[in-house]
């Protein structure tokens, strides 16, 4: 099988339309990571109290969260950044299907993101959408997307890593659409370049 990290492409058409390797969906009471050198699904973490991610789950092939990313981070106004998380760049993608569980390739259109800082890394989570999916295939930029739809997933990402009455770990700098969604994930593209194909 195919490292879904490094065997995998991006798309062909990447930025427009890129593959998406889901680890985790909204059923799941534990958060699966992708163990980066066998390439198999591990628990991370069991998530803590109610919090399940609302949407998949995953990240984006052959993509690298450093330089490039962090660079792009601090042009559009983000405070206090030392560096990409040094994480393939994470997804999120709406689909109105009912999923049962990760570790599968899906086709997506990224149409927006959010722009997080997570203890000084760049930590950006594009949203995403199924293709084809008869609910929100049709969308092209985060503006389309139901606001309530947004702050559950500001919610998830603000709280997920939290103890009750524990600071904040993470902040949502701010919430882009599709055209700079495709600049952060060229950025990670470029990344990964950098630091495996060279």
């Known amino acids: 099988m195919a490292h879904p990290w ?20 909204p059923s799941d009471t534990v958060k699966y990571e992708i163990d980066k050198e066998s390439g198999l699904l591990k628990i991370d973490r069991p998530q803590k109290f109610s919090n399940i991610i609302p949407v998949l789950y995953g990240f984006v092939p052959k993509t690298y969260c450093n330089k490039k990313v962090k660079e792009l981070a601090v042009k ?7 560096t990409g998380d040094l994480d393939p760049l994470d997804i999120c993608v709406l689909s109105s299907h009912p999923v049962r569980s990760g570790g599968f390739l899906l086709e997506a259109i990224p149409i927006g993101g959010l722009k997080m800082i997570d203890d000084g890394e760049a930590d950006d989570k594009i949203i995403s959408v199924l293709v084809g999916d008869h609910v929100f ?6 503006s389309e ?5 947004i702050k559950r997933l500001i919610h ?10 524990e600071p904040a770990k993470c902040r949502i700098e701010n919430i882009y659409g599709a055209e700079h969604a ?5 950025a990670s593209l470029s990344d990964y370049e950098s630091k495996f194909l060279k």
């Open 156 to 165: 998830y990402f603000l709280t997920y890593k939290n103890l009750p009455g």
């Open 182 to 186: 495709k600049e952060v994930i060229g």
């Open 137 to 142: 295939g049709n969308f092209r930029d985060i």
């Open 145 to 149: 997307v139901p606001e309530a739809e």
């Open 6 to 25: 490094h065997g995998v492409s991006a798309g062909e058409s990447a930025p427009e339309k890129i593959n998406v390797y889901v680890e985790i969906v």
């Open 76 to 82: 559009s106004g983000a405070r206090d950044v030392i």
